[in-house]
Structures are given as structure tokens and as C-alpha cells.
């Protein structure tokens, strides 16, 4: 499949090439363009990281599709810039474009940790897995300086709270020390994002995010010290990235990973637009194949919010993919047993003086 050639045009180092209207836009923008490139985006290239303070950060998970019961996100908008990124929607709550704008103006949950241990310290609370994050990255670029993963990791560590964690950034090796504690326990467990294993085509789609070879050694650190994981072969872009489903399980594997998931990717809201820009930007030649291919695992469209369908589709395509991953994983995993989070070690009062004890 042939790349575009001619780059002159395209804003390096980000997914989204411009930003689309909101829908809750009560007006619709349209701007002048130079050279084919959004001027907006030629002036303000620099990440930006607004500030908040939020009273909640514990969302319920409605969806069967997900697999938790809690999700949590320090930051909203992502600097990784994949352009799949079903999040990239939600950034229009907070008034923003889903497009460069998701990638550039980072919301900073500053009190995220003070908050979270408010609420286990609450006698009523039940504690049931938390993930991290179900939105965006809880270890894009941001948290190297910020550290509000780590302070959240510290937190579930001292009440004793189980985590999911699950990034495409190398970083999270830099909590092994934490993990490692609650690991012994059985609190902690950590899916590795994998889309693929060829670089030119993660340059692309995910222009920000780790190496794959530097996920797969960080798969290696966790295992090696005893910390449960995985990888999500996540999206799976039929015509892009799906002939490597095999070889990315069975890295993984290698590396130390023993369970796997995947998921077909979907183009909902805004996410249509951006990714169709980009497609036929970098790949020309076979965009129309890679974008009827995704139709067609989606019911003739490139959207789909039907839960038990959205995430795995349906259709010819759709079923090729999910045999290749099950002989995939059965090979590669099919002797490791699943992961099972410790609820019982919780304790709500561990927020309490040590005044306590005496």
C-alpha cells in the first residue's frame, strides 16, 4: 500500500490534520486555509494544560461492552494523538474541537487524588475494580511531570483499592515500585495496548505514543516483577493493521503477557470526519478499501452504538478477525490462567489518623 508522499501539507507529530466543528457549536466556523493546512493550527502547535478541580472522578461503567465496573481519567483530551480515539468525542463537552484540539488542550484533574480518597474513605463504598483510564491515557506525556497516575496508584495502594490500568505509554514502568505492592495482593493488573509491530504505520496512526518495541519491553518489566498483564490488540482498522494480529499476540506473550483482548475499530460523531481526512491523506491508494472494509463491519456504515456489536462487529470481516485472534490467543495463551482481582483486602478506613490504632 502506497503512503502519501508529499507531506508538505500535513502537520507533523498529530493524528487529527484539523479541527472539526462541535456539535454543540451553536455556530458553525469556517476559516481561511493556507497551503491546505488550518492557519489555527500553524500558530498554536503547543500542547496547553488547563487546569481543574473536580468535585467527582469516579464514573460508573454502564456499558457490558467494557468489561469494569468504574472508570476514572486524570486527564481529558490526549497528546498521544491516535487518530481512532473514540475519546476524542468527549472533548466537546468541555467545549473543544474533537480534532487537533483533543490532542493539544489537555484538562488537568489537579485534585484527582484528594478526591479519590474522599470517596474510598467512605464506609459505604464497595469496592470494585477501577480503571484507569476508560477515556483517555493515564500515561500520555503529561503524567511524566504531573504524576497524578502515580499519586492515584499510591492511593489504592493505601486503602488497599483493585486497579485496572491500561496505556500505550512506556511510562508505566516508572510504577513498577507501586504495583509491585499491590500485586502481592492481587489489586493491580495492566493491559498494554498493542495495535501493531511496524513502526512507519504507528508514526501515523498514533504519532505520540511509545514504540511498539518499547511496549513490548515494558510488558517484560512488569512480568519480570511479578505485576499481572496483558495487551489490547486495540483498534484493529481492517485493511491496515489486521494481517498483524498474530504476530502482536505472540510477541506479546513473549514479553510476558498473559491474557488479550481486541477490538474493531468504530468511527462514531466526529471521529468519521478526522479519520477520513487522515486515511486518505496517508494512504492514498488503498483509503477507499481500508474505509468499506470498516463499513462493512459495522452493519454498511463506520459508526455503530449498539452494544455486543460496536466493539467486535459483525459480518465476514468482522468474523476473520475474531478467528485469527482466538487461535491467536489460544496458542500463544491458552495455558495461562485469568486474572482475579482481590475485594476483599479494602479497608475505608485507612484514611483515618493513626490515632486510631492506639
Request: aromatic share 8%; hydrophobic share 35%; charged share 25%.
Amino acid at each position: 500500500m502506497q503512503e502519501n508522499e508529499n507531506k508538505d501539507n500535513y502537520f507533523k507529530g498529530r493524528g487529527a490534520q484539523f479541527n472539526p466543528n462541535s456539535k454543540f457549536d451553536k455556530f458553525k466556523v469556517v476559516r481561511e486555509h493556507i497551503e491546505g493546512l488550518d492557519e489555527e493550527l500553524l500558530e498554536q502547535h503547543k500542547t496547553e494544560y488547563i487546569v481543574t478541580y473536580p468535585k467527582t472522578i469516579i464514573n460508573k461503567v454502564d456499558s457490558p461492552d467494557v468489561g469494569a465496573a468504574y472508570s476514572m481519567n486524570p486527564y481529558q483530551g490526549c497528546e498521544h494523538g491516535c487518530i481512532y480515539c473514540y475519546a476524542r468525542n468527549s472533548h466537546e463537552y468541555w467545549g473543544y474541537s474533537a480534532g487537533i484540539d483533543f490532542e493539544q488542550k489537555i484538562i488537568v484533574k489537579q485534585n484527582i487524588a484528594e478526591i479519590l480518597e474522599k470517596q474510598l474513605s467512605n464506609k459505604n463504598w464497595q469496592p470494585l475494580p477501577i480503571m484507569l483510564s476508560g477515556n483517555t491515557d493515564c500515561y500520555q506525556p503529561a503524567e511524566r511531570k504531573l504524576k497524578l497516575t502515580r499519586s492515584i496508584l499510591e492511593t489504592c495502594l493505601k486503602f488497599k483499592h483493585p486497579v485496572g490500568v491500561i496505556t500505550k505509554n512506556a511510562l508505566v514502568t516508572r510504577d513498577i515500585d507501586i504495583m509491585q505492592e499491590m500485586a502481592k495482593e492481587n489489586l493491580i493488573h495492566v493491559m498494554v495496548s498493542i495495535t501493531g509491530l511496524t513502526e512507519e504505520t504507528r508514526l501515523m496512526l498514533e504519532p505520540r505514543t511509545a514504540s511498539y518495541k518499547s511496549r513490548l519491553n515494558a510488558l517484560k518489566k512488569l512480568s519480570d516483577a511479578g505485576i499481572p498483564c496483558g495487551t489490547m490488540v486495540a483498534p484493529i482498522i481492517p485493511g491496515l493493521n489486521n494481517h498483524e494480529i498474530a504476530n502482536v499476540v505472540e510477541q506479546a506473550a513473549l514479553h510476558g503477557a498473559t491474557s488479550a483482548g481486541y477490538t474493531i475499530v468504530r468511527l462514531n460523531g466526529a471521529i468519521g470526519d478526522i479519520f477520513k481526512d487522515w486515511l486518505f491523506k496517508n494512504y492514498p491508494d488503498g483509503a477507499n478499501k481500508i474505509w468499506n472494509q470498516i463499513c462493512d463491519c459495522h452493519g454498511g456504515n463506520v459508526n455503530d452504538s449498539r452494544y455486543g456489536t460496536r466493539m467486535r462487529g459483525e459480518g465476514k470481516i468482522a468474523e476473520s478477525i475474531r478467528m485469527l485472534f482466538t487461535i491467536a490467543k489460544r496458542r500463544h495463551m491458552g495455558h495461562c490462567k485469568p486474572f482475579v482481582f482481590n475485594l476483599d483486602a479494602f479497608d475505608y478506613r485507612a484514611g483515618e489518623s493513626q490515632l486510631r490504632l492506639f
